[in-house]
């Protein structure tokens, strides 16, 4: 694409555009608060949605299985069963206030998003479908639950394209591939400044003023080897906030989706198993049983996942067929027993992946899958509004302006383990919430501005010719003249290899972004993918800042030009990888127990006592402790 020119201040700005990021738009634009201000005057604030991607390739669209509402459709439900069911999934860590916002706002959410144009697999009577997903139960418990409505399994297309097409009948404004490298704060960290943005097509870097700043820049499966994600989730929202001074919250809790694709990590979704498929060992046993005798191949993901690790330490794994000799560490998903006409319909994506990378048809062929990195229970901590804040003196301090929603967020809904068809769910809903927020403070501040009789923009002032000289040593201009230095800098280890010209590519075979990114996933995978212990975690630390940062310092561009040199960006991902890392495995080694996905094998029990609560970790590795917030669920003994 070209360069877009974007202004020097924006009313809001919204990082990502996956679902909680054109959610959250969409949010703002139809709250009326928007509608009271234009009654006014007519005018209409400035909003700039920021993405790294062309919002269509954004990872929502990988999502599968179901978006989970209790619509009781095809089998009779309750919100608060749904309430229950993600309570014990977390473990006993999410926030009860707001999984109750989730469970009972679940309803109209998935009827907003059908009207919004998501075409939804139908029943024989023309409701929305639904389908089994693992964890979701009726009765507290008691037996499973058709609760994730789908559009086969293809729901996340759906609903990325809906939104998206939303949001461009709204007039909203896209700066597509471009790359946030900051967010600045005040010196206190009490109020968001701005940010900094790289334009990929123009290889230059610009300064945006805004006093509503949203962060939707999805997970972090980068981290590890095998990853059902996409290459751009980087953690990048992750990362700016801690570089810009802030916490994280429970980011030592990273899922594992039970059923990776042998040695690819492309997901087979939760579907094929809720559709019927079963799992079994080398011996041809269908195991969960053994591990969940209610729930067995639906019950929670990182129970399966420590089955699957259970069975393959215990020598009932299998090899990939592509690898007969290969290491026995997969176990098979057998689906011959779903209809081959009801999977064609139902899973299309899981039969096509199945064919196209395995090499096999699963309605006769049993499927080799193993434990993959899917998603990122921890994050940026926010309100139930979206509000980012500071866990500082036992209290949640409010970073004025600064908001987040989606995967790089924790709202703390999914607590140590998220349940299928939880995570489209919270991105819609939070997002929109967050949007709703940005209106509202947008309209205080426009209604302030008319009591003291204002021109100015919304929020912060316009900038004048006049005012340019005192702008431009504002901290957005400071920072934003740093990182064109640190391009400089990229661009000058090229410039001084002796091989190097102007218009071709070094064939210098020094260190690079892509090798460093091998290395740290297979540093993490061996350290605390579905379990660690203290060695392993410290051996990573180690490794990764001993060994991984002064390369990541080190890295330079292999070719001179800034125009769409994706190697500047990839220097920037991986260097927010190992921020991240460094951070999770801070907060991994101080939670001294067992739960949910977090599975410590010097620590295999959970420990109510000590750590029913959210481990709060900054880029200092310093770790505080926030309450879990009960309300009426205490902890009990979770089994399924």
Known sequence: MSSKELDDHYDAVIVGAGAAGLSAALGLLRSPAMDHMAEHDGRKPSILVVSKLQPLRSHTGSAEGGIAASLGNEDHDDWSWHYYDTIKGGDWLGDQDAIAILAKNARDTVIGLEHDGVAFSRTAEGLIAQRRFGGHTRD???????????????????????????????????????????????????????????????????????????LATGGA??????????????????????????????????????????????????????????????????????????????????????????????????????????PRDCVWLDMTAIDAQRMRTALPQVLDTIRRYARLDPTRDWIPVKPTAHYTMGGIPITTEGRVYRWENAER???????????????????????????????????????????HDLEEDYERNLTRDHDNDLRSPSISGDDKEIVNDDPVHRRCAR???????????????????????????????????????????????????????????????????????GLHAHTATTAFNQEITAIWEVRNLLTLAVAMLDATAARHESRGSLFRRDFPRRDDDHYLAHAMTDVHDATSWQPVHIVDMPPRPRDY
């Open 221 to 326: 499966g980068r981290l590890f080897h095998t990853t059902s994600n996409s290459w751009d989730l980087t953690g990048d929202g992750m990362a700016l906030s801690l570089n810009a001074g802030l916490q994280l919250e429970d980011i030592e809790f990273m899922q594992f989706h039970p059923t990776g694709l042998a040695h690819t990590g492309i997901l087979l979704s939760e579907a094929a198993r809720g559709e019927g498929g079963v799992l079994r060992n080398s011996r041809g046993e269908a195991f969960m049983s053994r591990y969940a005798p209610k729930q067995g191949d639906l019950a929670a993901r990182d129970i399966v996942s420590r089955s699957i690790r259970s069975e393959v330490d215990a020598g009932r794994g299998v090899p990939d067929p592509k690898d007969p000799q290969g």
């Open 483 to 553: 990182r064109t230095a640190e391009i400089t800098a990229m661009l000058t280890g090229y410039a001084d290899h002796p091989d190097a010209t102007d218009d071709t590519e070094s064939t210098d075979d020094t260190d690079n972004a892509y090798r460093l990114l091998g290395d740290l996933g297979v540093i993490m995978d061996r350290a605390i993918a579905v379990s660690c212990d203290a060695a392993g975690i410290d051996e990573a630390r180690h490794a990764i800042i001993d060994g991984l940062v002064p390369r990541a310092r």
């Open 397 to 439: 301090n409010v970073v004025k302006g600064l908001f987040a929603a989606g995967e790089c967020s924790c709202v703390s809904v999914h607590g140590a383990n998220r349940l299928g068809g939880n995570s489209l769910l919270d991105a819609c809903l939070f997002g929109t919430r967050a949007g709703e927020s940005i209106a």
């Open 140 to 214: 507290f418990g008691e037996a499973p639950v058709k609760r994730a409505a789908y559009a086969a399994d293809r729901i996340g297309h759906q609903i990325l394209h809906s939104l998206w097409q939303q949001c461009v009948a709204q007039g909203v404004d896209f700066a597509e591939e471009w790359y946030v490298t900051d967010i600045v704060l005040s010196d206190d960290r009490s109020t968001v400044e701005g940010l900094v943005a790289f334009d990929e097509a123009s290889g230059t870097v610009h300064p945006i003023l805004t006093g509503n700043l949203l």
